[in-house]
């Protein structure tokens, strides 16, 4: 079983920075793909990057050129960096980690950006 616990989230000014984090916790492989996703009320969840098997990290549209994602295996952490931070950044931050046919989720971490 593994367990993710993200957190980092916080009320932001527009044009500021947050790193989110996530913890992996149970059994976990450096080779298990990891993300970042995020949700708005009544929205489809969005990916914004994730961290693939083989350590490729691809990009949402949202999340291009101004979210870095990294992962540090030695902590079993996963990173988001956010910059530039906009007011449509608003929403519930969720990690996930992939294991074969099963995708877990964290519990989300909140993200509010005031202009």
């Known amino acids: 079983q593994v367990q993710l616990v993200e957190s980092g989230g916080n009320l932001a000014q527009a044009g500021g920075s947050l790193t989110l984090s996530c913890v992996a916790s149970?059994?976990?492989?450096?080779?298990?793909?990891m993300g970042w996703f995020r949700q708005v009320p009544g929205l489809q969840r969005e990916m914004l990057a994730g961290?693939?098997?083989?350590?490729?990290?691809v990009y949402g549209d949202s999340a291009k050129g101004r979210f870095t994602i990294s992962r540090d295996n030695t902590k079993n952490t996963l990173y988001l960096r956010m910059n530039n931070l906009k007011p449509e950044d608003t929403a519930t931050y969720y990690c996930?980690?992939?294991?074969?046919?099963?995708?877990?989720w964290g519990q989300g971490t909140q993200v509010t950006v005031s202009s």
């Open positions: 996930n980690l992939v294991q074969g046919e099963t995708t877990y």
């Open positions: 961290v693939l098997s083989g350590g490729d990290t």
């Open positions: 149970g059994t976990i492989f450096s080779s298990n793909p």
